[in-house]
């Protein structure tokens, strides 16, 4: 019922910044969580940072604590990922998703997902 486009993946320099962005469409639930993943090649899928609409909770990785922040703006329904200090090992494709009712950690919790958006640190 929910579709999720991410956008605002690129190239930048280590220490740079970059602002990811999913917009959601069709139905969306008042109160859920919306989150960012990511994986690398090689590596497995990777939580980054979650947060539930419901109450405004906020979750990062112990990896990106302190230079990510999770943010949705209700009125555009959209998602953003402010990214940082940029560091080469953040380089990875970064995915949305989204559940009904609170966050967890593990991706499997998450039934609505986006295409996806390369972000590239040199």
């Known amino acids: 019922h929910v579709q999720l486009v991410e956008s605002g993946g690129g190239s930048v320099q280590a220490g740079g910044s970059l602002r990811l962005s999913c917009a959601a469409s069709g139905y969306t639930y008042k109160n859920n969580c919306m989150g960012w993943f990511r994986q690398a090649p090689g590596k497995a899928r990777e939580g980054v940072a979650a947060i539930y609409t419901g109450g405004g909770s906020k979750y990062y990785a112990d990896s990106v604590q302190g230079r990510f922040t999770i943010s949705h703006d209700e009125a555009k329904n959209t998602l953003y990922l402010q990214m940082s200090s940029l560091k080469p090992e953040d380089t990875a494709m970064y995915y949305c998703?989204?559940?009904?009712?609170?966050?967890?950690?593990?991706?499997?919790?998450?039934?609505?997902w986006g295409q996806g958006t390369q972000v590239t640190v040199s």
């Open positions: 998703a989204s559940r009904a009712g609170p966050c967890y950690r593990g991706d499997h919790y998450y039934d609505r």
